[in-house]
């Protein structure tokens, strides 16, 4: 071909005309171009039907290259002239093998607008014998292989906007239309391939010489490139499709998201209105997991959304059929019915506050949610949703493509368990919290044992010694942990729904050991029903820390800091770090509670704690701290936070849980509990005794004096009156120097002395 030659369509046909990545949509087609489109039409009618004589388009532009032809500007005539040239042959009722060439016109730009151009071609589609109502339009879009998404197409809409507007304008028409088309060349236009004069076929062009249309989506654009990688990575690769047979891995991808895998996400869209960004972030999160898979020595900032990392990923073979088997076992889910992907994962998990209701069922990593369809909550939030949510979600994905699943079962449910009580135990502790240390870019060192344990029996694999355990970011303790309870449950399989239960309460979250499953085994059911009827919200939590102290718990050793050592005793909503952390002494206090507990199975558990600390605080020989503790509610009432300074009296009640609580305001609890008895503010008010930082908080009363509390007892420093020679004597002060000395007595503890001698004083 010459490099600037009059052409027609038909003779372009020869060659492949595909509109590239980077065009606009089809203009012509538009609602509100009808003028334009009439007047074109009736050119080409008049030229065409009434004169016969040659009608010339002006220029088109383009490349040829490996035989395709590649339009720069010309794209609205040729994509009007296909659709011409389609109509006239069905209407003339030229048969297939004679305009077959038609198909060669194709849309690279949208993969929908490509399948309805090859769909109007094969179907079978008849002309209606009414003209002006949209009778055409509509008998396309009621056809069976018409897609519903293919409404937001809007060359496709386009497309049907011109197809009713030719047969308005042609369905009288008596010449032989066909043979004046193709033969005749009665329409034709000046075809320019720049390719010859040494223009570059770039984006910068296309954008250029169509900068008053409207560009294509990026998720067009991704589309649209995504399949051209996979053509020249891939190119002889096959792959079966239902209905295609054996195609092309390229073919493949874009017949499905065309229409299964659309159908797929648009069910699951909410109230969204289009699917173009939950596909992406399931694309986005699939391809970070792949990646960091495959590249163990990889930073979290190593991935980049984009194509060029896509092209790494998907370039390994394994991994683009991963993302095909993935979407596609969805979609088989999908199928089997309307909630089907719902009950899927809702079979797996529950969500917080409601694992008494199913205790055998998992809760999800992050913020509570009712919302436990992992699969939703992935195409929303993509990669920002919690890490470890998406590890789940990649590790289900992988059991139910190799086991050909498409429900669960027990070995995904205990598949599941596992990976998400070992992800559980990866994890730092932040003062009083405990925080996730799971990271992405250690994905590939974690999937090595879960990869491991994707099989049939995953408890019984883990017993496996053979199981590769070493460079696992997982530490060996928490995988000792696993296998312990393994054990137990491939020993006897009724074990099984009493470790779940206690796994899923919320001060576990998946991790008993302070249990000691082991040497308690024949106590696990017993010990679960202790709990569910003890430590809960109905409970106070000062009851249940007293319950502990008097079976030797000593709280939690957090930290040192300049005042001293800080221990943390535990809170509702926040007993897991303390009940999971690895504190052996802890666990022996804590097991010597829930087996006295569990010797009665009727008696009220609350009251039973409640005549325990009754009788331990008459029995108890040594007025030491942990008396206090458990006598003096007060001592519990903030944040059961503590610093000990010099001894068991000279401690901090802390008013904050930060990194650095001593910013906020705390106060000894001894001399909480004494204000708090006398509640009156006119004599002492216990916002006066609050200090911050390394400040003492003593006892301050409103007429002057204070008293600090020490290991002997109290010392008093008195701002005014002197002590009378009386109440020195009934409280048997001890003088030094400027201060005076109050111990507790044979029948008043510290607390009790204090209380009886600032009323007496004031």
Wanted: aromatic share 14%; net charge negative.
């Amino acid at each position: 071909m010459e490099n600037n030659s009059t052409s027609t369509f038909w003779q372009l046909s020869e060659k492949k005309i595909s509109i590239p990545i980077i065009q606009r949509d089809y203009a012509q087609g538009r609602d509100n171009e009808f003028d334009k489109r009439d007047k074109f039409l009736s050119k080409i009618e008049s030229h065409l039907d009434i004169l016969n004589k040659p009608l010339n388009l002006d220029f088109v532009y383009g490349r040829i290259k490996d035989n395709i032809f590649y339009p720069i500007d010309g794209q609205q005539r040729l994509t009007t002239l296909y659709l011409l040239h389609w109509y006239i042959s069905l209407k003339e009722g030229v048969a297939h093998s004679e305009r077959e060439k038609l198909i060669h016109f194709t849309y690279d730009t949208r993969i929908s607008s490509r399948e309805f151009c090859h769909s109007i071609i094969n179907q079978s589609i008849e002309i209606p014998d009414t003209i002006g109502d949209d009778s055409f339009k509509k008998n396309i879009k009621d056809s069976h292989w018409y897609r519903a998404n293919w409404e937001f197409d809007s060359t496709i809409c386009g497309m049907l906007n011109m197809i009713q507007c030719i047969h308005d304008k042609f369905y009288q028409t008596q010449n032989n239309l066909w043979e004046r088309l193709c033969n005749n060349r009665i329409v034709s236009f000046q075809l320019l391939d720049l390719g010859a004069e040494g223009f570059e076929l770039t984006d910068e062009l296309y954008i250029k010489m169509n900068a008053r249309g409207k560009q294509l989506n990026s998720f067009e654009n991704f589309k649209a490139t995504f399949i051209q990688f996979i053509n020249l990575k891939f190119p002889n690769q096959l792959i079966v499709h239902e209905v295609r047979g054996k195609i092309s891995y390229a073919d493949y991808f874009a017949f499905r998201i065309e229409k299964e895998w659309t159908d797929l996400f648009w069910a699951n869209r909410g109230e969204a209105q289009t699917i173009d960004n939950y596909f992406g972030n399931f694309f986005d999160c699939i391809s970070q997991l792949l990646f960091f898979k495959h590249n163990l020595d990889a930073k979290t900032e190593d991935f980049i959304s984009g194509f060029l990392t896509f092209e790494k990923i998907y370039g390994i073979e394994e991994n683009l059929l991963f993302l095909f088997n993935s979407i596609d076992k969805i979609y088989e889910i999908h199928c089997i019915e309307q909630r089907a992907i719902s009950n899927l994962f809702q079979t797996i998990f529950t969500y917080r506050g409601n694992e008494t209701k199913y205790p055998g069922k998992l809760n999800l990593f992050g913020e509570s949610k009712k919302g436990v369809n992992l699969f939703r909550s992935i195409i929303k939030q993509g990669v920002k949703e919690d890490v470890r949510n998406q590890m789940l979600f990649y590790s289900i994905l992988h059991y139910l493509i190799k086991f050909e699943l498409n429900q669960v079962n027990d070995g995904l449910q205990s598949y599941c368990r596992l990976i998400r009580n070992l992800l559980q135990a990866v994890r730092q502790r932040n003062d009083v919290k405990y925080n996730s240390d799971v990271r992405m870019n250690r994905f590939g060192s974690y999937w090595k044992l879960f990869e491991q344990l994707a099989t049939e029996k995953p408890y019984d694999t883990l017993r496996d010694p053979s199981v590769e355990v070493k460079g696992l970011q997982i530490t060996e303790r928490s995988l000792l942990n696993e296998r312990i309870k393994a054990e137990i449950i491939c020993e006897d399989q009724e074990m099984l729904k009493v470790i779940t239960a206690l796994e899923e309460l919320p001060i576990f979250g998946g991790l008993i050991h302070q249990l000691k499953p082991i040497e308690n085994k024949e106590k696990l059911k017993d010990y679960h029903r202790v709990l569910i009827n003890f430590w809960n919200d109905n409970v106070e939590e000062s009851i249940k820390v007293r319950s502990l102290l008097m079976h030797g718990f000593d709280g939690l050793l957090i930290k040192n800091s300049k005042m001293g050592e800080m221990y943390y005793f535990g809170q509702n909503h926040n007993w897991d770090i303390i009940l999971t952390s690895n504190d052996a002494k802890i666990s022996t206090a804590f097991v010597a509670l829930l087996s006295n507990f569990s010797i009665s199975s009727n008696e009220d558990m609350f009251e039973k704690s409640k005549n325990e600390i009754k009788l331990f605080l008459l029995e108890k020989e040594v007025r030491d701290w942990r008396y206090y503790f458990i006598k003096y509610p007060s001592f519990l009432s903030q944040n059961n936070y503590f610093v000990w300074s010099k001894n068991e009296f000279e401690i901090r009640s802390l008013g904050g849980t930060s990194s650095n609580p001593l910013v906020s305001f705390h106060i000894n609890p001894y001399v909480l509990s004494v204000a708090e008895i006398i509640n009156d503010i006119n004599i002492v008010d216990f916002r006066d005794c609050r200090q911050q930082y390394s400040g003492y908080s003593p006892l301050i009363t409103k007429n002057g004096f204070s008293m600090k509390p020490i290991l002997e007892g109290w010392e008093i420093t008195v701002n005014g009156d002197e002590i009378d020679l009386i109440t020195i004597n009934k409280y048997k002060l001890e003088k030094r120097e400027d201060i005076f000395l109050l111990r507790e007595s044979e029948l008043e503890d510290r607390v009790e002395i204090a209380v009886n001698f600032i009323k007496e004083f004031n």
